[in-house]
């Protein structure tokens, strides 16, 4: 596969650009919004490789103000966004061009198709103000009142400005008379403002996006449909491409500045952010996301915190572990490596690669990501900082173990939910507790242990429900085994009361991004 790397335009966008040397068309794959975003992320990889397969170019990417692209505050960079995109495919020989909708994308990306391009909506909202009014529903029911904050509102991985809302909520479909498909859920219909369009029915999309990203299935029989439309509908004949026009450095203000970088043997995907006068001893602080998720969604706080600790004086990468986001070859089969040995080498290799003396390391992750964080003992960091963790296992997991535990829970068979019935009436509630946690082998105070006796602080970072966690785990007591100021590492915990795990909640996340900065600037008084 050829994929090509960087930023575009202004405000750039981040782009990957799959291009066969030889192209028979292109499509631009137009990101979903919010979570629905990070659920889908690596199915819009598999979608791009297969395109690319048939000798169709394609070009995923973050719209300005988005993830990893540069900040924007115009309502309407969703569709320009989208626009740009076909633009840059248009750039490298490209000659015909088609939209591809997921979900929220799906009005996006009709809003940008032109009456010759083609069009792909699938799993499509009727319209954009129905997206809208379903998700307030859904993040009202998730956040609760306080995810309104001033004039912008929260929805389920993404905050909007009231001009932007209206902007989404605007959105609407057009009668179609170019090439176009609607790829629709068993017994539903395409938006019937599309008009007369082909529809054909797949399967997998609720597996994909109505569950969390941790139990979501790659649905590769609808991409093959989307493959299959987009083989038929593109000429035969290929014409030659050139490599893209791509800035490989993003300036985000005039301090600072992102760059693509790769990491260790599996070639992981990194983005690096570092200000302008940066002096040669500053701290490394390396982000680790939650979960198998992409730094899309609510997970693009890691952006804002990566921009902001570069303004401080660290030097920042946030890095895609294997099988997240850009990093490692998309399988329609893969299985998610939480809590797997394989994330811990990845973060080794990460830490090996960048060959800070550990004085001046810190790692930062949330939930999964900050268990792995906290087995980093070998590399003895300077500072640890967990967010939202709520797993302090010692043993690692096999490949998919995790997911299939979840999945049995959220889609348990006649039997299991015979069986569960049966265990909750019978055996006590502290037994199915202790049950329950019996794969957090040794609590927080083994997980912190090795970390603390080499001096490193640990700081968790945590909502009601993770911290309720922490304290049942033994938390108390390892704070009080490891005070502030003591002979060893600390151990430190900071209770968010209107929190949430997810980071959801915009108060949430204001505090992340707070705590995160002002502990590592006590610990590096740093010289910007």
């Avoid at 924007?72 to 626009?83: E, G, H, I, L």
């Avoid at 905050?159 to 090439?179: F, H, I, K, M, Q």
């Avoid at 890691?302 to 004086?313: I, T």
Wanted: glycine share 8%.
């Amino acid at each position: 596969m050829s994929t090509f790397h960087g930023w575009s335009g202004s405000p750039a966008l981040r782009v990957a650009v799959q291009l066969p040397a030889a192209a028979r068309a292109g499509v631009v794959i137009c990101p979903p919004l919010g979570q629905e975003g990070v659920i889908a992320y690596r199915t819009l990889r598999l979608l791009a490789d297969r395109l690319e397969a048939r000798g169709v170019a394609s070009v995923r990417y973050d719209p300005s103000g988005r993830g990893d692209a540069a900040p924007d505050t115009d309502p309407d960079a969703q569709v320009r966004s989208a626009q740009r995109a076909a633009a840059l495919l248009r750039s490298v020989g490209v000659d015909r061009v088609a939209f591809v909708g997921l979900a929220s994308a799906a009005p996006v990306a009709a809003a940008a198709a032109g009456d010759s391009d083609g069009l792909v909506v699938w799993d499509a909202p009727p319209s954009g103000r129905a997206w809208l009014r379903k998700q307030r529903a859904l993040a009202t029911i998730t956040i609760g009142d306080d995810r309104v904050v001033g004039d912008v509102e929260t929805l389920v991985g993404i905050d909007v400005e009231p001009e932007e809302a209206a902007a989404l909520s605007a959105l609407a479909y057009a009668p179609r008379t170019g090439p176009t498909i609607a790829l629709v859920r068993p017994g539903t219909t395409a938006p019937r403002a599309l008009g007369a369009v082909p529809t054909t029915e797949v399967t997998g999309s609720a597996e994909l996006l109505d569950g969390t990203s941790m139990v979501a299935r790659i649905p590769g029989a609808a991409v093959d449909v989307v493959v299959g439309w987009a083989d038929a509908w593109a000429p035969v004949v290929a014409l030659s491409t050139v490599p893209p026009v791509l800035d490989e450095v993003l300036d985000v203000d005039s301090r600072v500045s992102e760059r693509i970088v790769r990491f260790g043997p599996e070639q992981l995907f990194a983005v690096e952010t570092v200000a302008s006068g940066q002096v040669e001893d500053a701290p490394v602080v390396v982000l680790h996301n939650g979960s198998a998720e992409h730094r899309v969604g609510s997970a693009d706080y890691q952006v804002a915190l990566a921009r902001g600790l570069a303004r401080d004086g660290a030097r920042v990468v946030r890095v895609d572990r294997r099988g997240t986001g850009e990093s490692t070859a998309v399988r329609e089969d893969e299985r998610s490596g939480l809590f797997t040995q394989d994330w811990i080498d990845d973060q080794d290799a990460v830490v090996e690669a960048l060959a800070t003396p550990a004085d001046r390391l810190v790692l930062v992750g949330m939930c999964a990501g900050g268990w792995l964080a906290g087995r980093s003992a070998d590399a003895s960091p300077r500072l640890v900082i967990e967010i939202s963790p709520n797993d302090y296992r010692r043993q690692t997991a096999p490949a998919g173990a995790y997911a299939d535990a979840l999945r049995a829970i959220d889609e348990p068979s006649a039997l299991r939910l015979r069986v569960r019935g049966w265990w909750n009436a019978v055996v006590p509630k502290v037994v199915r507790e202790w049950v329950a946690r019996r794969d957090r082998v040794g609590g927080v105070v083994a997980h912190v242990r090795p970390l603390v006796e080499r001096g490193t602080d640990v700081v968790v970072i945590a909502a009601p429900e993770d911290a309720d966690l922490f304290d049942r785990l033994g938390g108390r007591r390892a704070v009080r085994r490891w005070p502030a100021g003591g002979r060893t590492g600390s151990v430190e915990i900071v209770r968010v009361p209107d929190g949430d795990h997810a980071l959801y909640s915009p108060l949430m996340r204001e505090a992340v991004l707070a705590e995160v900065r002002s502990r590592v600037a006590a610990a590096f008084p740093v010289r910007v």
